[in-house]
């Protein structure tokens, strides 16, 4: 039987990029799955449509996560098309978009605020055995302890302090009986965060290459996403995303 056989795993930021590798990894093992996006309904649904040919159920769920009624609307369709969730896979984030640059407070908004929310409005689908998985970089994760990319610095900053608020849930997620998980990755390749970092800081990406050997790919970090949602690992691990590999580390 798949690993992940008879689950329901929703990802946020669902139609590209690592949350579309991640969609069709959590397919693949066997869950049955919610692609959510912002505003790119037709790739969503193309994302869907790869997933429905392996196999499982897969609904398209397009909401902006930093607006609470399109949270609900997404929420209840979840309940009615699927009736619970397993997995909620917390991948969207946002702060360097051209359309937000006029924004200051836009980074939290859609880096704390809106998971904690989504993770609060998602919380009645859940039953025990549920994870919840927050994805980060290393630079989020780090923040404070390395030096940061200045262009990159609201971003990390913003998902740093969405993943503490997170992990002061854990007592409480415990009660229930879920469990979360953080999956965090350096610069990835071919993702739209690393190519917008690119173009304000041309030879950025090259760098980073030249510095670690070789960066990991969509697919190292979807790969590591459903280890996270499939094995039992102590509430609070992190998976640390390597081009050679994984690493754990508690807390």
């Known amino acids: ?64 996560i930093t607006d609470p009624g399109q949270v609900e609307s997404m929420l209840a369709s979840v309940r009615d098309e699927l009736g619970r969730l397993d997995v909620l896979v917390l991948n969207a984030s946002g702060g360097m978009e051209r359309d937000r640059a006029d924004d200051p407070d836009y980074p939290t908004r859609v880096n704390r605020d809106a998971p904690l929310d989504l993770l609060r409005r998602a919380r009645p689908l859940m039953e025990p055995g549920s994870v919840v998985i927050h994805v980060t970089s290393h630079l989020a994760y780090l923040y404070g302890r390395i030096e940061q990319i200045p262009e990159y610095e609201p971003v990390a900053a913003s998902k740093h302090a969405g993943e503490h608020a997170l992990r002061a849930l854990i007592p409480e997620l415990a009660a229930a009986g879920l469990r979360l998980a953080v999956v965090s990755g350096d610069l990835i390749e071919g993702t739209i ?16 290459r030249r510095q670690v050997g070789s960066l990991p790919t969509t697919a190292d970090m979807a790969a590591a996403i459903v280890r996270a949602a499939a094995e039992p690992l102590p509430s609070g691990s992190t998976l640390f995303v390597f081009e050679d590999g994984l690493r754990r580390v508690e807390g």
């Open 193 to 208: 965060v690393p190519q917008l970092m690119d173009r304000r800081r041309p030879g950025l990406i090259d760098a980073r």
């Open 1 to 64: 039987m798949a690993a992940m056989s008879g689950k329901v795993a929703l990802v946020t930021g669902g139609s590209r990029g690592v949350g579309a590798a991640t969609v069709e990894a959590l397919a693949r093992a066997g869950a049955d799955v919610v692609v959510n996006c912002r505003n790119k309904v037709e790739r969503a649904a193309r994302v869907a449509r790869a997933a429905r040919a392996l196999g499982v159920r897969a609904l398209v769920a397009p909401a902006d």
